[in-house]
């Protein structure tokens, strides 16, 4: 008996199969039309868009539209533009490293065409430093107390005329410079940033005092309080437990405090151009005190103990009074007291800086008299 053979129509078979693709790629279909119309699918768009945004510091409310991110245009194109703003405006880049991308966490004004903080600033509170220099900026906004990530603020040569209350809101602040300013006076809210380390308010001329509450700063080892009108030395300062460096010349002391020796870690000491005229047995008790400097057209009478230091260096400084043609010539090289007083910091600045690089402190007070003239 012979086997059966089961025979197939060909075109039978084919159009089964070409039935089975057709409903597979209209299910597909369906399926992608779903997820185009789900709400998940533009939602991790979004979440995407905003991720990219903060990863390369762009501030997401400028693709926003009535509360949505508007990803209509590409993002790459929009990144690009951004990109080329910056280069014609840098706000925001890598101090100390040319060549190289711009640091998302830094921010860097600089300019007499800026009056005012660009508005995109208020967005970008994760910044850790605000560096401002040479504007005619006048006012810090009371919204700096939402950038509680901030280490650094750096606002010299501007005309700023007064500190927010809100600044002692920075918990996390270690470095303050408004020097060369228009400051009368600092807010004692400053207090409260028990973090601080270094503080310069030198430069703003008529700064008179440091309110009390900058007592409780117990880790600043820094202050500048220079070219200003201080006629004693601040109580706050005194309590200052572990500062370092000190610079109070070009003020109106006449005389130090007797207790100056609670300043035991103080190692610099500037007193220069002020109105001494003798300086105090306690500065004996400041062990670690290594730099002095102190305007000597006054001085009549000086510790003879302090030639005797091994560690101490002694500067005086003969400041010549200027008389009223060289005054006339002074005004035509530097047209302001504050650009004059700027020249002399950068003058002794540069000065002490060659004393320190020194091989060797000699075994004797080093002694050095000298006429300045501005």
């Known amino acids: 008996m012979g086997h059966k053979v089961v025979v197939f129509d060909v075109s039978t078979i084919r ?17 992608a039309e779903r997820l185009e119309r789900s709400a998940l699918e533009k939602i991790k768009e979004e979440w995407n868009f905003v991720a990219e945004c903060r990863r390369i510091g762009i501030p997401q409310a400028e693709y926003c539209k009535n509360g949505f991110v508007d990803t209509s245009v590409r993002l790459l194109e929009r990144i690009e533009r951004r990109a080329l703003v910056k280069q014609q405006c840098p706000l925001a880049k890598d101090r100390g490293k040319p060549g190289k991308p711009g640091n998302a966490f830094v921010f860097e004004l600089s300019g007499e065409h800026w009056k005012e903080l ?22 810090i906004p009371a919204y700096i107390e939402l950038f509680q990530a901030l280490r650094v603020l750096d606002l010299p040569k501007n005309q700023i005329s007064h500190l927010p209350a809100e600044i002692g809101r920075l918990k996390n602040l270690k470095e303050l410079n408004v020097s060369f300013n228009h400051l009368q006076s600092i807010p004692p809210e400053l207090g409260d940033c028990e973090h601080l380390e270094k503080l310069d308010c030198s430069g703003n001329l008529d700064l008179t005092e440091l309110p009390f509450e900058l007592s409780n700063l117990k880790r600043v ?35 130090l405090p007797q207790d100056i020796d609670r300043l035991e870690e103080l190692q610099s000491f500037l007193l220069y151009k002020n109105k001494l005229t003798y300086l105090p047995y306690a500065l004996l008790n400041l062990k670690k005190l290594a730099l002095l400097v102190v305007s000597g057209d006054h001085l009549v009478e000086i510790p003879t103990a302090l030639c005797d230091s091994s560690t101490l260096k002694f500067v005086s400084l003969m400041d010549n009074p200027i008389d009223k043609t060289q005054d006339q010539d002074g005004d035509e090289r530097m047209e302001t007291e504050r650009d004059r007083q700027h020249f002399d910091k950068e003058f002794m600045k540069a000065y002490i800086e060659d004393l320190k690089e020194r091989e060797s402190v000699p075994s004797y007070t080093t002694k050095i008299s000298f006429s300045l003239q501005l």
Do not use: G
């Not at 790629?25 to 369906?30: G, I, L, M, Y």
């Not at 660009?118 to 006012?139: C, R, V």
């Not at 009108?229 to 006449?254: A, G, H, T």
């Open 15 to 31: 159009a089964l199969w070409e039935t089975r693709v057709k409903k597979h790629r209209a299910r597909q279909k369906e399926e």
């Open 221 to 255: 080892t820094f202050v500048d309080i220079s070219a200003n009108k201080f006629s004693s030395v601040p109580i706050c300062v005194l309590r200052m437990s572990n500062l370092q460096w000190f610079d109070i010349s070009s003020n109106n002391l006449n005389d």
């Open 118 to 139: 660009p508005d995109s600033l208020k967005e970008q509170t994760h910044l850790k430093e605000w560096h401002i220099s040479n504007t005619l900026i006048q006012i």
